[in-house]
């Protein structure tokens, strides 16, 4: 990945906000989904897609391309969205979420849908399938990496804890895998803390052997910095525990964790719309 | 009489027959097919001499992987290789894998159609004085359950060395059911072993028997199929023609076949070491109601969970051994 020059930043942070966009429309079409997990991780989901990977939208099949693992399947309408502006199918086939016949399945199916590396949606088992995948790497002398996205609700999973215990003790041998955690601090039920408290991370990660970087994921910069710092680490994984704001970018979703799992209605999404256009109010949008 | 043309030992009804159990032919049979193709990897949790994956470990270490007691990460890592180019098989006991990693296994292996082949040592009753907890008698019907999985049950130590190359060749999702305790080894090299086929391993004297024709057909699977073929024998002593068929593929069940056969003789009994519910009979039964009603009876886990043990003693116990396989015939052959 080349360096991070100032139009091509702007260039990240405007297709962010178009994600996000796509996202509002796409799950107020469905009448379903989550919103506020997709809109806190559009920043870091464009980052990877339109800066970091090493991928071909035209060939998604390439051996040698890097792998995304999205572990937390639910928040799904980001990486629909991410893939679809990045080429790898039909922009018009985002409005097909969780409709009949659909291969925007509610949570990702591998087979259906290219650009997907794994089914999920049941939680806590994406950071062991992102190990097989850098395993075959290292087997296949290959130099692709392995990115893992990951919930901050789902380190509840005993599975979870399993995967980091493995990938601590193969050390090097897994320095092709980096996990980005969405450190939202909500879940269905409540704020994490209350329901089941995961802190502290950076010290549980530590102990289990792995490279800690944390970050505000809503800055484009400091995220492609921190990827850059886990190439540099030869001895053991990373993981960039990503600080976000759940429902990013409309503010009577961030930080609320009702929206967690429902999506907007046709007039919440306009409200949306609008403010995303118009940045919060600080710019005047043409679709005033 | 045996089925000449299976070929099976000389020695099936002897004493002195080999004894080994079939987890031995997981373990061969992983070996040869670690050298036939170098994608072949092997998952283990904690359990590398007892589920044979000692031998591969050795050989192959850079393609072994010991995860530790953790039969869910054993699922997952093994659905990343999986879809990454790799053959992985995963070893555990069948109480822990496929059941607690269910569904790891429904959805990041079957669903996911990753090339995971997962291995379920020590199932079945015969497992002995471990005990209930650790005698797997639903990972047939967990496992026959998933699209996309395909289920074989070998019936000895050499079937379940071809079981396992065959699950090595086909692509896609393979349950492969293995047991702890030594048994005959009463197949040879040369009895075929054809994924989704049955195998006629016994059938009528022509010669001997009144009718030609069966009066009733066992189909078994696993260990149960050598005891089913001394129950025919006592039969046939008794002038009653029977055919054993083994049915070591219970899915993709071999529809034709044993609709063919149930069709000749019209009363058929299934053998397992599982219960009775959602496996080998389960699949029978819902091929049979669907397409031949006929009378059957099952011969398994009758809805109970096992205890500790001689597993010779277990079978008796829980009613799968060769005098009750031999008073199930006599009851269908009633119930035409």
């Known amino acids: ?288 | 009489m045996l089925n000449s043309r299976v070929k099976l030992s000389l020695k099936t009804f002897d004493k002195d027959i080999e004894q080994k159990p079939t987890r031995d032919g997981y373990g061969d049979g992983l070996v040869i097919a670690g050298e036939q193709d170098p994608n072949v990897v092997v998952l283990c949790a904690d359990l590398t001499e007892s589920t044979r994956s000692e031998a591969f470990s050795k050989k192959f270490p850079e393609r072994f992987f010991e995860v530790g007691v953790a039969e869910q990460n054993l699922a997952t890592i093994a659905s990343g290789l999986g879809v990454s180019g790799k053959i992985p098989f995963i070893s555990s006991y069948a109480t822990f894998s496929p059941g607690r990693n269910w569904e790891q296994i429904r959805t990041t292996i079957s669903y996911n159609d990753a090339n995971v082949k997962i291995a379920g040592a020590h199932a079945g009753i015969s497992v002995g004085p471990d005990g209930a907890t650790h005698q797997a008698i639903e990972d047939i019907a967990t496992m026959r359950v998933m699209a996309n999985m395909k289920v074989f049950v070998p019936c000895d130590a050499n079937e379940a060395r071809k079981a396992t190359l065959a699950a090595a060749k086909i692509w896609g999702p393979v349950y492969l059911r293995f047991g702890r305790e030594k048994m005959p080894v009463f197949t040879t090299e040369e009895t075929p072993f054809r994924p989704g086929k049955v195998e006629i391993f016994w059938e009528p004297n022509p010669k001997k028997d009144k009718a030609k024709k069966p009066e009733a057909v066992i189909i078994g699977c696993g260990s149960l199929v050598h005891y089913a073929l001394l129950a025919a024998k006592e039969l046939d002593a008794e002038g009653i023609g029977v055919c054993v068929v083994n049915c070591h593929t219970i899915k993709p069940l071999d529809e034709k076949k044993i609709l063919e056969l149930v069709g000749e003789c019209g009363a058929v009994v299934t053998v397992e070491e599982h219960q009775v519910m959602g496996g080998l009979g389960g699949a029978v039964a819902e091929l049979l109601g669907k397409n031949l009603p006929t009378p059957i009876e099952f011969i398994g886990m009758q809805n109970i969970f096992g205890e500790s043990g001689p597993p010779k003693d277990l079978i008796e116990k829980y009613g799968m051994g060769v005098k009750d396989i031999k008073e199930a015939v006599k009851k269908v052959i009633k119930r035409k």
């Open chain 1, 1 to 288: 990945m080349a360096d991070l020059h100032e139009n091509k930043l702007k260039f990240l942070e405007e297709m962010a906000n178009k994600i996000r966009q796509d996202i509002i429309e796409m799950l107020v079409e469905a009448k379903s989904g989550h919103s506020a997990g997709p809109l806190g991780m559009a920043d870091i989901f464009t980052a990877l897609y339109f800066h970091i990977l090493n991928h071909n939208p035209k060939n998604p099949s390439w051996p040698e391309r890097d792998r995304v693992v999205l572990s937390n399947g639910h928040i799904c309408p980001v990486l629909y969205a991410t893939l679809a502006n990045a080429g790898y199918f039909p922009m018009e086939e985002l409005f097909t979420l969780r409709k009949l016949d659909s291969r925007l399945q509610g949570h990702p199916h591998r087979n259906s849908l290219p650009g997907i590396e794994t089914t999920s949606g049941p939680l806590g088992s994406g950071i062991s399938q992102a190990i097989g995948m850098a395993l075959a790497a290292r087997l296949d002398k290959k130099k692709n990496r392995v990115y893992c996205l990951t919930s901050d609700g789902e380190h509840q999973e005993g599975n979870t804890w399993e995967a980091i215990m493995f990938a601590g003790k193969q050390k090097s041998k897994l320095n092709n895998l980096t996990v980005i955690m969405d450190r939202n601090n909500i879940q269905i039920d409540g704020f994490t803390e209350e329901v089941m408290p995961l802190e502290p991370l950076r010290e549980k990660y530590e102990a289990f052997n792995w490279h800690v970087i944390e970050v505000n994921g809503h800055d484009i910069l400091e995220f492609v910095s921190a990827v850059n710092e886990a190439k540099a680490i030869y001895e053991r994984p990373t993981i960039i525990i990503a600080h976000t704001i759940p429902g990013k970018g409309v503010s009577f979703m961030e930080n609320d964790y009702m929206w967690h799992g429902k999506p907007p209605t046709k007039e919440e999404a306009k409200i949306a719309l609008s403010e995303l256009r118009t940045l919060g109010g600080r710019i005047k949008s043409e679709h005033e």
